[in-house]
Every structure is written in structure tokens, then in C-alpha cells.
């Protein structure tokens, strides 16, 4: 059974549904890649809301092409996996939002390393299930959709995500949020989110309302 195929099987299909994404919502994920990438010999630059063309040989100073940057990002996640810190607020933050909602993480992690986040995770206050997935999100919200009675709110940090949730499950509530402040700067509302929050003490409000409309 996969995590997908738990999470749906263990859920009560009358209850709210919060599905977070880990890196840049719950997790600092460009702050922690940044310090990886300086022990490869390389570092990030953001100049856009992109990893691809942002990454550079530290030596040379010259952009990391495609592939190398698909490279070290797999690298990262086998090496980092476990220690990513939290974004500020969030262990308090899920800690009140559990009373309404069933939360999962709905993360695009390699499989092979969903155990260690959800370990980490777990470790750091988090205690909820991490459903891995690839690609676009839209599916595999469905799934969860086409078995549940109550809201389910989405929470990402990146617009094609948004773009595949309201695709594939269009009375989803779309929450579009940006942890780090540098990138957060670069992007405005995601076109197919209902709503931009950045900071969690709002987003939780935000979710409480919307639970009790």
C-alpha cells in the first residue's frame, strides 16, 4: 500500500483535509540548499523564482547546466533529507490546526526518501504523514477528493502546482505560500490560487475561518 493509498484508507471522509507542501511552506528549503550546494561548489543567486539558471560553479562563476542542477538537487534531498528546518510558527501553528483538520504533507520527494522526512519531521514537533509524490500535484488531489465528503484546502508554493490542482480538482481551496522572504519578493499571486499568505500566524487564521464558512 502506498502513502497515498494509507492516508486515504486511515481518514475519516468528514472531516477537513489540509494538504501542505514540505519545502518552502513548512520547511526552509532554499536556505538549507544554499549551504549543500557551497560544500558541491556551487551556489544559488536568486535572481528569478527558479532553481534552474540560478545555481553556479562557485570557480568560475559560470550557470550549472539542466542536468547538473537535476543532479545536485537529488543529491540534496539524499543528503538532506533529515535536516531541513522548520519555517517559523508552523509546529504551533499545526499543533491548533489538527483539532479541524486530517493534515498530511503532499511533498514531491524521491520515494526512497519520504521515511527520513516524515522521521524528521516527526522529530521537530511535525507528526503527520508524508505522501510522496512526482510531477503535478492535480492527481493525486483528486484521489484524496474522490473519497471525501468535506473541504480540503492545498497549500504550495509553486504556481504550476496550483495550475495542476485546479485542473484536476477545481472545488479545492488554493493557498498560495512563499516561506523565504527572497523569493516571496519575486512572484506574485499564483494565477490559479484563491488566496497569497506568506507568514503562518495569518495562514492559520485564514484556514480556521475557512473550515467554519
Known sequence: M?????????????????LLDADEVLLRFVERLEVHLLTCGYEIRLNSFQLSGNIYRQETGIPAEPLTVKELIAGFFDACSHDVP???GVTEALSSLSAPYDIAILSNIPDRCRARREASLRSQGINFPV????????????????????????V?????????????????????FVADPRLASMIDKAEHAHVRIDDWPTLTHHLRNHVME
Not at 131 to 154: T, Y
Not at 156 to 176: E, G, M, N, T
Open 131 to 154: 505522501l510522496s509524490n512526482q510531477g503535478g500535484k492535480g492527481p493525486i488531489v483528486a484521489r484524496v477528493a474522490a473519497h471525501h465528503d468535506a473541504p480540503i484546502v492545498f
Open 2 to 18: 502506498t502513502s497515498i493509498e494509507r492516508f486515504i484508507a486511515e481518514i475519516s471522509p468528514k472531516r477537513p483535509i489540509l
Open 156 to 176: 504550495d508554493d509553486l504556481p504550476p502546482q496550483h495550475k495542476s490542482v485546479a485542473q484536476y480538482a477545481p472545488d479545492i481551496h488554493r493557498v498560495h
Open 86 to 88: 522548520l519555517v517559523p
